[in-house]
């Protein structure tokens, strides 16, 4: 069946360093890629989306990278601020109609 | 203001009292989708449509119904609800499919 692995442990990073999450996946073949911000009892905000044939997508201070061949994203946050804390969601996207979220990294920036 | 709505925010209810909570987008979206959301597991999709009089069931459909008889709304009915129906849910709607979601502020259900 279709797995998603985040980190499932939260993620402590200094202020102004790079904080680095991983989504791996199985069982898919995603044409797209998303992610997500969320913090507690709200809403996912969209963040950034993917597509297969591109290897890296950036957005201001954030930048994804997209390996269908190690079926992995990474997703990257640069120069790190304490606002940056939340919780980040993957979600890899086949061509049929569901959708499945990663369980998503809590990640903690330290001032 | 470009956003999706849902109602109630919170709710108490009972074991067996049939509910419905209501979800509105002003987008024009073609998809929209409820999703529940519980410690441990995740977001989890409950159902989906892809455009008005189509719907579809995703991951964990068992214990709720759907419909969409305008392009804007999306209500989740819970026709007999219960405890493990406690939960945060969730509507989000997008252009289509693969297009960014957005998300409601969420409904907090507690059935007792």
């Known amino acids: 069946s279709q797995k998603i692995e985040q980190n499932s442990e939260a993620l402590n990073i200094q202020e102004g360093k790079t904080a680095t999450l991983t989504c791996n996946y199985t069982n898919y073949s995603p044409a797209y890629l998303q992610w997500y911000r969320q913090d507690p009892g709200r809403g996912p905000v969209f963040l950034l989306l993917?597509?297969?044939?591109?290897k890296e997508k950036r957005k201001e201070r954030l930048k994804v990278t997209f390996d269908t061949t190690l079926k992995q994203s990474l997703f990257h946050i640069t120069a790190s601020q304490p606002a940056d804390s939340a919780t980040y969601l993957c979600v890899p996207m086949n061509r049929d109609d569901k959708i499945i979220f990663g369980k998503g990294t809590r990640l903690h920036i330290l001032p | 203001e470009a956003q999706v709505t849902q109602n109630p925010r919170y709710l108490i209810t009972v074991t067996g009292k049939k509910l419905t909570v209501t979800c509105s987008q002003n987008?024009?979206?073609?998809?929209m989708s409820w999703y529940r959301q519980d410690p441990g597991l995740g977001l989890r999709q409950i159902y989906y449509?892809?455009?008005?009089?189509?719907?579809d069931k995703g991951d964990v459909p068992e214990g709720y119904k759907v419909s969409r008889k305008e392009k804007r709304n999306f209500p989740l009915i819970l026709e007999s609800p219960s405890p493990n129906q406690t939960s945060l849910y969730f509507c989000?709607?997008?252009?289509?499919?693969?297009?960014?979601?957005?998300f409601g502020p969420g409904t907090r259900l507690t059935v007792l």
């Open positions: 989000a709607s997008s252009l289509g499919r693969h297009n960014e979601q957005f």
């Open positions: 449509s892809m455009n008005v009089e189509v719907t």
């Open positions: 987008m024009n979206h073609e998809y």
């Open positions: 993917i597509r297969e044939n591109e």
